[in-house]
């Protein structure tokens, strides 16, 4: 077969390109640890080891996420009001201003959505009537979504939510963005386009604080933990609730396994990474992990679910066939959320 001077260019390229991208990422991957004491930390899925820190040039990283090809990695600075989109090739980054306590995000195609949460001042006050003050304040002030173009590295659009924007899901179609907000107990559901409201669905009555939310891989099922009230909501495929069902203490993360059987949460306070029957939605088992772990993912094989615990300062790994720790990754600096690449499900991704 022959081929013009351009197409073996071409080839040439893309054959270099995806070897970089794949020794980047290691024989079986690398998970990327946003760290609010420090920086991202980088662990080799082969080895389960720490390889480096990447320097992302601001403060308070908690949200994180990474595009499908492997090239950007996104965090969310909640001291510094921005994102920093790392090119992890070559580890330049770009710093993005969002708004006051950025927190959440999630990455589509070549978009970055982050949720912040504009806090207004008590005015210099101090005590517990001020903290109240403060709170009230919190509560009633609208959150927002900002949606970033990675390409331009521009905010392309702010969706104004409810109060206390947290957990964001998209669509199976990719057409819906899901957002719980906090103190607002509500689901809302927004055009991925236009932003604009199409659904708003309290959870009230349910429980209190929707914190996480993830679709199951077969679109057939949505839950949200409720983490005020120790509980799992069931939604069906049109996000019409169906029943709570009760968890551990303060249940953040969640998502279910690759063929929509299991459901897996965090229980934060209870220190349990718990697994439940996606059918019959009883408990499985109970896994202790550390102290906060808010956030996890599987490994892009599935055969190791990874979770960030931030009062423990280390990542832990769990066996998916034995449901038993099998390692304790430390050396952490308040680990708050973990993604992979190659992108895989998890509390704050999925493929």
Known sequence: MKYSRTTTASLLLT????????TLAG??????????????????????????TLDIQAKGPRGIGV????KLLVTANKDDDNISVVELATGNVTKIAIGKNPEFVRVYGNRAYV?????????????????????DDNDREPGHIAIVDLKTGKVVKDITGKPETEGLEFSPNGKKLIVTNESDNSITVHDMKSGKLLKNIPVGSYGDRPRGIKVAPNGKLYVSTLEFSDKLLVLDKNLKP?????????????????????????????????VYDAVT???????????????????????NILLACGRSDEVVVVDVNSLEVTKRIGDKELPWGIVTYPKSLGSLDRP
């Open 115 to 135: 949720t912040y949460e504009p806090s207004p001042s008590t005015g210099g006050g101090s005590g517990a009537a001020a903290a109240e003050a403060e709170k």
């Open 242 to 274: 169906i029943k709570a069902i009760d968890t551990g203490k303060s249940p953040y993360g969640v998502s279910f396994d690759q063929d929509s059987k299991r459901i897996y949460v965090a229980a934060s306070k209870d220190k349990v990474l718990q």
């Open 27 to 52: 024989t079986k991957g690398m998970a990327y640890v946003s760290n609010q004491d420090g920086g991202v930390t980088v662990i080799d899925l082969e080895t389960m080891e720490t390889t480096k």
């Open 15 to 22: 054959t270099l390109l995806l070897t970089s991208t794949l």
């Open 67 to 70: 595009t499908k090809d492997g």
């Open 281 to 303: 939605f009883e408990k499985i088992k109970d896994i202790p992990t550390g102290s906060r772990c808010w956030h996890f993912t599987f490994t892009p094989d599935n055969q």
